[in-house]
């Protein structure tokens, strides 16, 4: 229980300080999400001419296309690969970051620049290296006897739409890990090595575990980011192919949505997507949350 | 400076800015396009001269994104009650356009309305059949039409003995295979635009059906016809082709097209709309050629079909905004204009006029590459299979086309397993399509 609570008379001065912070939230989250729903329920044309009100016949064609479950177990490697990458990736950095070494400031901002890369042009710099016959890293494949084909490979293009989203992402993490790690005490570490534990040791048994909650919260950040922001990167370099091996559900939302002008097909998507993010959330809320030690 | 001063003086200037401009109120036409580069400035320059030629309209254009950006931005506007009054749509668009009844104002009534002088006949009817009802009455306005071509370096051709493109299919497949053995290890041949190419101008070229009722032009109810024995042959020899690069796939949109330019690969379909990217570019010789042909096809090689865009007028104007639109139409299909629209951008001319007048100049003994689409498409008067497509959704459906082509080349499928499936998934997608506009 808090020492000082704060109590305010009535209730108009506090309805009033978190009318604003309501209203941002409602217009631009509430608001729109309801519009999802109402829409998945009706079948519209482009225009909006006519429109009829269809119950679940747009949830009834999701669930009974094949297409659509490819793309579910797609998202799910993909999330999985771009959380772990990028997790595993900033790390390390951070660990490396976190030592007493000469321009360690200079690395750290370095390390951070990525994050401001907008995800449509990390898109394009991983195309222009990984373009078959032009690109950088593409030759110097080959030259390795590695015949690197993303425009027909689906193994190969979902390789290059994984990196290019978790390369993006590393900065951010790092971020974290780099903070939680400078609020982990000296003396802790101190002791350990004292009583003779490795560096991996010390890393493993102290610095892991105390950094829980900040891995914790990147988890559950990198999970949101795979699934719902990561359509830039994936309309940039593979527009879901070849066939439908990079069709991730946000990116099938897009494509039903924008290019096939199929509104309520692609509300009911949105949905699904979204009860699925909320629902992982709440698992990992539920669960994981439960060993972490804060 | 006090505010309130500041003030004043920003309402004095606004007063004269008000001052300025002309008693009688212009009316504004916006138009909304998808150009850029110097066909951007094309459009600039077309609407100046229309608004310093009259006074009592005046025509906005305004870049709004790729096509499919555009289209959206356009639809989007309508649901808003703010669409612009002209907009610039790409040809696999118009079944969208056309089913949206309400939405759109059709040309032919347009310009009946407004009592401008209009002769649908004066217009390549290659053009203007794929934008016109089966009973003749055009819909939209084609503005930039292109349709394919074999860019060829000619350099490259002559390593290998040939001094000019190969005219079918075997020879070209042939000479590819010569190319990638001799100083291309990477890449025979290869095309933009994979599903124009290898099916809508494929099945147009050898007078076979792509969708039933004339390729859905006489309605909504069409079924695919994709994997028909011309269609699973030709995909079959790509996916052979595939295997040693003597066809190498670059993708389904045209950002492969500077493999061409860059010299990688000799042989390139694409847009004869590229004529300006290829001159610029290319640090060879180059040329343009039909597309081959299988030659046991009977009647091939028949005509091809245009790509590009057309404009279309929407729908819920005043009379006196229609009346300026249709006065622009009449302006833009001038000969003179045409020819020189033509000339400097290289998409086709619409009038004939302006096709003739070209070739009276001599134009095309100086740019042969740019009278190849038209010979082309005129090869030979169109007939159900080479008219035009008209099927729903098409943007998204070229997508999973591609998706299954991409599955046979990559040897996942036979050509005959991919087209299969992508005829049964663009069947179901064309059901939906009709159900969402026959809602009406």
């Not at chain 1, 704060?6 to 506090?14: N, Q």
């Not at chain 1, 829409?39 to 949830?59: C, H, I, K, P, R």
Request: proline share 6%.
């Amino acid at each position: 229980m808090s020492p000082e609570r704060v109590t305010f008379g009535g209730w108009l001065l506090p309805a009033a300080l978190i009318a604003p912070q309501l209203l941002i939230v409602g217009l631009f989250f509430y608001w729109p999400a309801l519009q999802a729903v109402w829409q998945s329920f009706q079948m519209q044309d482009a225009f909006g001419l006519s429109t009829e009100f269809v119950w679940f016949e747009n949830y009834r064609a999701l669930f009974t296309d094949p297409a659509y479950y490819q793309a579910l177990v797609t998202t799910l490697i993909f999330a999985a690969a771009v959380a772990g990458l990028s997790l595993g990736f900033a790390l390390l950095l951070a660990a490396m970051a976190d030592r007493e070494i000469r321009g360690a400031g200079i690395y750290r901002t370095l390390l951070i620049w990525p994050y401001a890369v907008a995800p449509a042009v990390a898109g394009v710099l991983f195309g222009f290296l990984f373009q078959p016959g032009l690109g950088l890293v593409a030759r110097g494949l080959t030259q390795l006897g590695i015949p690197w084909n993303p425009l027909l490979d689906g193994n190969h293009a979902l390789i290059l739409v994984v990196m290019a989203a978790a390369w993006k992402q590393v900065s951010y993490n790092f971020l974290f890990f780099l903070a939680g790690l400078q609020a982990i005490p000296a003396s802790v570490i101190e002791a350990a090595a004292i009583d003779g534990a490795g560096p991996a040791r010390r890393f493993w048994t102290i610095v892991f575990p105390l950094l829980s909650p900040t891995t914790f919260f990147l988890m559950v950040v990198n999970v949101v980011y795979a699934f719902c922001e990561t359509f830039g990167v994936i309309d940039v370099l593979t527009h879901g192919g070849p066939g439908r091996a990079t069709q991730t559900l946000v990116y099938k939302v897009y494509q039903d949505g924008r290019i096939g002008a199929d509104l309520g097909g692609s509300a009911a998507q949105s949905v699904v997507l979204m009860a699925i993010v909320i629902g992982l959330t709440a698992i990992q809320f539920r669960y994981v949350e439960k060993r972490v030690a804060y | 400076m006090a505010p309130t001063t500041t003030i004043r003086i920003v309402l004095a200037g606004l007063g004269l800015a008000a001052a300025a401009t002309p008693a009688l109120a212009v009316t504004e036409l916006q138009w909304w396009h998808a150009m850029t580069g110097a066909n951007n400035d094309a459009v600039n320059r077309l609407a100046e001269e229309f608004n310093a030629s009259q006074s009592d309209y005046k025509v906005v254009p305004t870049y709004k994104g790729n096509y499919g950006e555009t289209l959206n931005a356009g639809i989007a506007a309508f649901r808003a009650g703010t669409a612009p009054h002209i907009m610039q749509v790409f040809e696999v668009g118009t079944a969208t356009m056309m089913s949206a009844k309400g939405a759109v104002k059709p040309v032919y009534q347009l310009m009946k309305d407004a009592g401008e002088p209009f002769d649908p006949k004066a217009y390549l009817p290659a053009i203007t059949g794929y934008y016109s009802t089966t009973s003749g009455d055009m819909l939209s306005f084609p503005f930039n039409s292109s349709s394919m071509v074999m860019w060829v370096n000619t350099d490259a051709l002559k390593t290998i003995g040939l001094t000019e493109a190969p005219k079918t299919w075997p020879d070209l497949f042939a000479a590819a295979k010569k190319l990638r053995a001799g100083g291309f290890p990477n890449c025979g041949f290869s095309t933009t635009w994979v599903t124009w190419l290898n099916l809508e101008q494929l099945s147009a070229w050898h007078n076979v059906p792509l969708a039933t009722k004339a390729n859905g032009m006489d309605g909504l109810d069409a079924t695919l016809e994709i994997n028909g024995p011309v269609q699973v042959k030709h995909i079959a020899n790509l996916a052979e082709a595939q295997k040693d690069k003597t066809f190498d796939y670059s993708g389904r949109y045209d950002s492969g097209f500077g493999r061409f330019t860059a010299g990688e690969c000799p042989i390139m379909f694409g847009s004869s709309g590229s004529y300006g990217t290829v001159r610029g570019n290319a640090k060879f010789g180059w040329a343009a050629a039909p597309m081959p042909y299988y030659p046991d096809v009977p009647g091939a090689p028949q005509n091809s079909i245009i790509g590009g865009a057309s404009l279309w007028v929407m729908g819920g104007k005043k009379p006196d905004e229609y009346k300026g639109v249709a006065k622009f139409f009449t302006f833009l299909s001038d000969t003179d204009r045409q020819a020189k629209l033509h000339q400097t951008t290289g998409y086709m001319p619409i009038t004939r006029a302006a096709y003739e007048k070209s070739k009276a100049e001599g134009f095309y003994d100086k740019n042969p590459a740019l009278e190849v689409p038209i010979k082309e498409l005129t090869n030979k008067p169109p007939t159900e299979n080479s008219r035009g497509l008209r099927l729903g959704n098409l943007p998204q459906m070229r997508d999973l086309w591609a998706e299954e082509i991409e599955a046979a080349l990559a040897g996942k499928k036979t050509a005959k397993q991919a087209l299969d499936e992508a005829a049964t998934r663009g069947n179901a997608m064309l059901r939906q399509f009709e159900k969402q506009a026959g809602g009406r």
